[in-house]
Nanobody, 125 residues
Framework: QVQLVESGGGLVQAGGSLRLSCAAS????????LGWFRQAPGKEREFVAV????????YLADSVKGRFTISRDNAKNMAYLQMNSLKPEDTAVYYC??????????????????WGQGTQVTVSS
């Protein structure tokens, strides 16, 4: 089992940047594919980005490509979501999640076994 804790959220103006962090504890962090999801009020939780166990592969949702970057540092048991050129529609609670299947880079919520508590990102216009 792995425990995940997100941080780095906050209030930012449109066009600004934030860097979210996901700290992991418990089992070996590199055993897990790591994903980021977000959930806006009244909407379903949606996929944002995913990174492979050792960081060699990444995939981002079309809505954030070119603006967001996902990375990880297994030596520090950390994952990151760098968010640039933020838009009001990026406002949501952001969650990191760990997938133990080691099969592919899933964009499906159901593939992820462990979730953090979330961090709020609010982008003002």
């Amino acid at each position: 089992q792995v425990q995940l804790v997100e941080s780095g959220g906050g209030l930012v103006q449109a066009g600004g940047s934030l860097r979210l962090s996901c700290a992991a504890s418990g089992r070996t962090f590199s055993n897990y594919v790591l994903g980021w999801f977000r959930q806006a009020p009244g909407k379903e939780r949606e996929f944002v980005a995913v990174i492979s166990r050792f960081g060699s592969s990444r995939y981002l949702a079309d809505s954030v490509k070119g603006r967001f970057t996902i990375s990880r540092d297994n030596a520090k048991n950390m994952a990151y979501l760098q968010m640039n050129s933020l838009k009001p529609e990026d406002t949501a609670v952001y969650y990191c999640a760990a997938d133990r299947r080691n099969l592919d880079l899933s964009i499906s919520r159901g593939s992820y076994d462990y979730w953090g508590q979330g961090t709020q990102v609010t982008v003002s216009s």
